[in-house]
């Protein structure tokens, strides 16, 4: 079975747009509960920030977010039209495509 590093799948996110279309991907994640969640289309961007969230609000357009630090990703999904923070360490399924750490 193939299988994608984390350090791919962190690759192919961190790239905003590719042939002008943003980066859109899906992920599967362990959730704090030890279920099992998904992302159907997700992008990492702030392109799409509503003017309701505070990053707009503040009007602050260069918001940074250190993965490293954190280690979480911060991404929009446009399934549930919203931002989510996720545990880079939980990551499971790429496209579809098992993760491995290591």
Known sequence: MNKISIAQALAYIDQPVQEDEAVTFSLDYVKADGNLGRIDKAQKSFKNVPATHPVAKSGNTSFRH????????????????????IKIALIVRFNNIPVFHG
């Open 66 to 85: 250190n993965i490293k630090k954190s280690g979480n990703l911060l991404l929009y999904s446009h399934d549930k039209r919203s931002y989510r923070e």
